[in-house]
């Protein structure tokens, strides 16, 4: 295809009403069952219908069932129960004044994180046959207007074990190791669907100054790889076209002076097997390093996907800003490795995001917009 396609990492504004049955949910109480799923297939419908006419090629079902990008697994699979104390970021923690300023105003999200507890197997793939029908039916009834392709989220084991900690397993790379089995059918499952997996990988990047805030470098390293290790054995029977990850620092306005450089999550990033690479390249402390890609040997097989909208600011990226941004890895890796999409997601926790829902639609307008300058620029006449 002569252009540059669309995307976004996959989370988008959740109604008030989706927000008060996930947590209605989370309770187990106060919802009418058949209520929740009327009413999460008419959002998925809704968000999908949005995306196409933002102009996004590669759609995704919102993240409407999920109350996080991590937490939701606990009751997909076993081992989980109670929660957790809250791991801070080192870069809030340098500055005291503004995690006060964030925790009185209510910018930090609200919910159980579980701890392990016990053996992690598969429970049920209940609530990911629900979400896949939801995704079908919503992609269905576009009709010819249907996007070119689709794709769902799932929480990698990095991410599982960053969010909720281990009390049962002998060691890190055990845990790593079982979620990566648990997690296993319910990749498969949405691949199986016909929808691209997408893997999210926060822990290679947030995990530095989060996680693995107290180890030294080489440590931290070393476990990343354990990670990726975790993550490519989960991934055995799914060939690498079919996935993509992200990787970010933590979807939050903050300092972010305690981010881990590009030029050492690249390496490690790269060993991991999905074929597409999502990451942020527009936020202040990252915007500048795209000249790491451009430094490093990219794998021919890789496509990268960098965010070219900042998903934290009301700021509505000008399209010749994104256009500027896309033709910059367009000509490190050539313009049919590179696909146009968001830092992260605009709604990582339901009911909490920066973003006015409305305001993240138009910045994915403007993101289709900028695609088709560069992709004027980059293909000429022949652009379509």
Known sequence: ?????????????????????????????????????????????????????AGIDLVSDG??????????IKDRITGFDGDSPRRTPQDLEAFPSFLKRLASSGGSPQYRRPRCVGPIAPKTLAPLTADITHMQAAIAAMGSSAPIGTFMNAASPGVIALFQPNEYYPSHEAYLNALAEAM?????????????????????????????????????????HQHVDALNTALRNIPAERVRMHICWGNY??????????????????????????????????????????????????????????????????????????????????????????????????????VDSEIVYAKLHALAEGAAIASQRLWGVRAQ
């Open 1 to 53: 295809m002569n252009r540059i396609l669309t995307t976004h990492v996959g989370s988008l504004p959740r109604s008030q009403r989706i927000t008060e049955l996930i947590f209605a949910h989370e309770l187990g109480s106060g919802f009418d069952p058949v209520e929740y799923e009327t009413t999460m297939a008419d959002a998925v419908r809704t968000v999908v219908a949005r995306q196409v006419e």
């Open 253 to 354: 306005e903050g300092p972010h002076h305690c981010d881990v450089p590009m030029d050492i999550v690249l390496p490690i990033a790269l060993r991991a097997k999905p074929q597409a690479l999502l990451f942020e390249s527009s936020n202040p402390r990252h915007a500048h390093e795209w000249t790491v890609f451009r430094d490093s040997k990219i794998p021919d097989e890789k496509i990268l996907v960098p965010g070219v909208l900042d998903s934290v600011t009301n700021f509505i990226e000008h399209p010749l800003l994104v256009a500027e941004r896309i033709e910059r890895f367009a000509n490190i890796v050539g313009r049919d490795r590179v696909i146009a999409g968001s830092d992260c997601g605009f709604s990582t926790f339901a009911g909490f995001g920066n």
């Open 184 to 224: 296993r059918p319910e990749y498969e499952a949405i691949v199986a669907a016909g929808f691209i997996l997408q893997l999210d990988c926060p822990d290679l990047g947030l995990g530095r100054h989060m996680m693995f805030k107290d180890k030294t470098e080489s440590e931290y390293i070393r476990l990343a």
């Open 63 to 72: 993240e409407q069932s999920k109350i996080s990008y991590a937490t939701y």
